[in-house]
């Protein structure tokens, strides 16, 4: 089952714009990840975001998190083609579990 | 350090076939997990290990599908009879438990299964 639902499915921009991406979710979480897929490849974590906070930034990448609205933002700044991929938020249940659930992603594609 | 490793990369099997994967997680991550990726979704846990135990595996579909974490470290996920169905992508992850770790998941490049 998918926890998170990420909006918009598809997005495609041209080299140097930015990227907004959101995930929204059903329950409480621990913290919220994101995550890259290339192609053919595995994921990669890119943040992740704790649920007392409200904002964190790494690089290119500004992340926020919204608990009362059960939604999350990820920003790429001035994108570029290698950005292209697939993004997916992930998220963890208070219950000190380690259980992570992944949403259904955002296929990002950037024009050079 | 080397990464989560996975193998086969590629199999094709005829329906009713089994089929086996192979997952080595990152040295001393005690939590090893098996997603399955259809193809334009995300990732949908099929079980999760603490150590040598299977923790949560509720989504592990039981008549056809198997599980191994022998010794806490190297994984094995089994199907058997593999159905058209189970064609996709089975991935491995492992992270580190505790709050000294970051929490983030360590993935390794997944095993495409195509069932003919």
């Known amino acids: 089952s998918q926890q998170g639902e990420e909006d918009p499915q598809a997005l495609s921009i041209q080299e140097g714009e930015n990227a907004t991406m959101n995930c929204s979710y059903k329950?409480?979480?621990?913290?919220l990840q994101w995550y890259r897929q290339n192609s053919g490849r595995g994921l990669v974590h890119l943040i992740l975001i704790r649920s007392n906070e409200r904002e964190k930034h790494s690089g290119r990448l500004r992340v926020t998190l919204d608990t009362s609205k059960k939604s999350s933002s990820l920003l790429i700044t001035a994108s570029r083609a290698a950005d292209t991929a697939s993004y997916f938020c992930?998220?963890?249940?208070?219950?000190?579990?380690?259980?992570?659930?992944f949403g259904t992603g955002t296929r990002l594609k950037v024009l050079a | 350090e080397a990464g989560v490793v996975q193998s086969p990369r590629y199999k094709i099997i005829e329906k009713k076939q089994p089929v086996a994967f192979w997952c080595n997680p990152i040295?001393?991550?005690?939590?090893l997990y098996w997603y399955r990726q259809n193809l334009g979704q995300g990732p949908e846990l099929l079980i999760r290990y603490e150590n040598e135990e299977a923790v949560d595996d509720s989504q592990l579909p039981k008549d056809r599908f198997s599980a191994e974490r022998l010794k806490g470290v190297d994984s094995t996920l089994k199907i058997q009879p593999a159905e058209l169905g189970d064609s996709a992508v089975y991935l491995c992850?492992?992270?580190?438990?505790?709050?000294?770790?970051?929490?983030?998941?360590?993935f390794g490049e997944g095993s495409r299964l195509t069932v003919l």
């Open positions: 992850a492992s992270s580190g438990m505790g709050a000294a770790t970051t929490g983030e998941l360590f």
């Open positions: 992930a998220t963890r249940k208070p219950s000190g579990t380690y259980k992570y659930i």
């Open positions: 329950t409480s979480i621990n913290n």
């Open positions: 040295s001393g991550h005690n939590t």
